[in-house]
């Protein structure tokens, strides 16, 4: 699918989903109130929403309106924020709630623009306002936003660093949907907050997970990135060549990881460079079948966005001595195949045998590829 395509699919998905399933309940939901949205909005920055309702809910019956506000006494609005921390929050909303009963009568300027102008108004709560309040096509981007949108378009750029910041608050512009705006920005908000949480998404539940990218590639948990904490995950693949004759297992990967659809060996996996025996896994994969280990690489390693994978090919060949070739070959395939060599040898499932002199005509990841290419070159073209 196109990155074009993508983006109407997930606003398309995210509005349906927002009318059909979105059962977030919040007191300020569907406020047109400007004055209600930003005592909203002010309240939950650095505060969980569960905290934050008692504070908006004691607010709005002391002060109902911005005149209420502007005319209290400090002493008492302090007194009511207490325990919500972040006191300059308190101080701005009291100089802010008097410039608008001084200099715009009471009212909230209608455009983002001047919005931001407001003491204390940054342009998520700006963005908030106008779209909630004034129907303007602007787009709310905080924690909820960005962790939905790198997970889906699988951006790894980290949230936190200029480029970062550019690229998701225009990925987030291109998306909105310009009728409503504001139901759009609040059922993004609710869809990271309920759906694509940041611990445990639940992506087996979600409407986006046909196309995202990071559930697709099983790294959901790993996004978004901040810059102080791009980690790298190293894994190490230990690949054994199992040959049998002029033949050689390999399989078709699946499963939501990465390389999938393309091709390996008998391939086993740890996360770091243990020192393990080859023979001990390879008596469990091949069980008495008696083998020869004849080589050991050295250390191929190919970068991925969110892991380095470091991998090791180990040449084995299978003893045909005195064996029914036929009955051998069913024998480790059925092995292989179906899984039947065990929990040890976790993952020997789905291997088949193969021509050596065909590899080429499979995909492989980079990572084989170029220890193919070293060890069973593509024959030469034929010669005209
Ligand atoms: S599939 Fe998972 S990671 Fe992707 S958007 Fe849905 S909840 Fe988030």
Not at 209 to 232: D, I, M, Q
Request: hydrophobic residues 35%; contains cysteine; proline residues 5%.
């Amino acid at each position: 699918m196109s990155q074009e395509s993508m983006k109407s699919d997930f606003t398309r998905k995210l509005l349906k989903w927002n009318t059909a399933q979105n059962r977030r309940i919040m007191p300020w939901k569907g406020e047109k109130d400007p004055y209600k949205i930003w005592l909203s909005e002010i309240m939950l920055q650095q505060t969980r929403v569960e905290q934050g309702i008692g504070y908006y809910e004691r607010f709005i019956k002391a002060f109902p309106t911005v005149f209420a506000l502007a005319a209290a006494p400090e002493k008492q609005v302090y007194k009511m924020w207490e325990g919500l921390g972040y006191y300059s929050r308190c101080k701005n909303l009291i100089h802010t709630a008097r410039t608008l009963v001084e200099e715009h009568e009471g009212k909230f300027p209608s455009t983002y623009e001047d919005i931001l102008k407001l003491k204390g108004i940054g342009p998520y709560t700006a963005a908030a306002i106008a779209s909630f309040a004034f129907n303007e096509c602007q787009a709310v981007v905080d924690g909820n936003v960005l962790r939905a949108l790198s997970r889906y378009f699988g951006i790894s750029t980290p949230i936190d660093d200029a480029a970062g910041k550019k690229i998701y608050h225009s990925l987030a512009c291109s998306l909105i949907d310009p009728v409503s705006p504001g139901a759009y920005n609040q059922a993004i908000m609710d869809f990271g907050a309920t759906i694509c949480k940041p611990r445990n998404p639940l992506c087996g539940q979600c409407v986006q997970s046909k196309e995202c990218e990071a559930f697709r590639h099983g790294y959901a948990e790993e996004l978004p990135v901040k810059s102080k904490s791009l980690k790298k995950k190293t894994r190490w693949f230990y690949y054994f060549l199992i040959e049998v004759g002029d033949s050689v297992y390999i399989r078709k990967r699946s499963g939501r990881d990465i390389w999938q659809n393309l091709h390996e060996f008998v391939c086993f996996e740890t996360d770091k460079d243990a020192e393990y025996a080859p023979e001990d896994v390879l008596k469990k994969i091949l069980k008495k079948q008696p083998f020869i280990i004849q080589s050991s690489s050295r250390v191929y390693t190919q970068q991925l966005t969110h892991q380095q994978v470091n991998g090791k090919f180990i040449r084995v060949a299978i003893s045909l001595s005195g064996a029914n070739r036929v009955l051998l070959e069913k024998k480790i395939t059925k092995l292989l195949l179906t899984g039947a060599a065990g929990q040890d040898a976790e993952g020997a499932v789905g291997y088949q045998l193969v021509k050596k002199n065909t590899l080429h005509e499979y995909a492989f990841p980079k990572l084989i590829h170029a220890f193919l290419e070293q060890t069973y070159p593509p024959p030469a073209p034929a010669a005209i």
